[in-house]
């Protein structure tokens, strides 16, 4: 009788953690890449773009706060509306590569509402200057 109570007891206890997993209501920004290389960019083609798709996996909406960046050589946009659960969004980074020589790392810090807040993205490559 004893062990019968302790093993419903302990059922009852391994089924509390699931119950509030599946009732959390949380958003989550999921970037499937996170990184672009440009490779080698003339600096007389000028400013080059790539995107960085997400889906929000979570089950509230989710927002984009604040898109960070390192310099004024990069230019992103971003949504400003709230993703819907499994929505997809676009964050779209320009590089200028006026002045730059050789290889560039650049860094997008991306903020949201989501489980995990900060996101950091990163642009590289290598600029080919005017003759």
Do not use: W
Not at 85 to 96: L, T
Request: with cysteine; net charge positive.
């Amino acid at each position: 009788m004893m062990k019968q109570i302790v093993i419903i007891i302990l059922a009852m206890l391994m089924a509390v953690p699931a119950a509030i997993a599946k009732d959390e209501k949380y958003a989550q920004a999921t970037f499937p890449k996170k990184s672009h290389d440009f490779g080698y960019i003339k600096e007389s083609d000028g400013v080059v773009t790539c995107e960085f798709e997400f889906i929000n996996t979570g089950n509230e909406p989710l927002l984009i706060l604040s898109v960070n960046r390192v310099c004024g050589c990069t230019v992103p946009d971003y949504p400003k509306r709230p993703i819907k659960p499994d929505g997809k969004g676009v964050v779209s980074v320009s590089f200028n590569p006026a002045g730059y020589r050789g290889g560039f790392l650049k860094t997008i810090k991306v903020r949201t509402n989501g489980r995990e807040k900060h996101t950091t993205l990163t642009l590289e490559g290598s600029v080919i200057p005017k003759d």
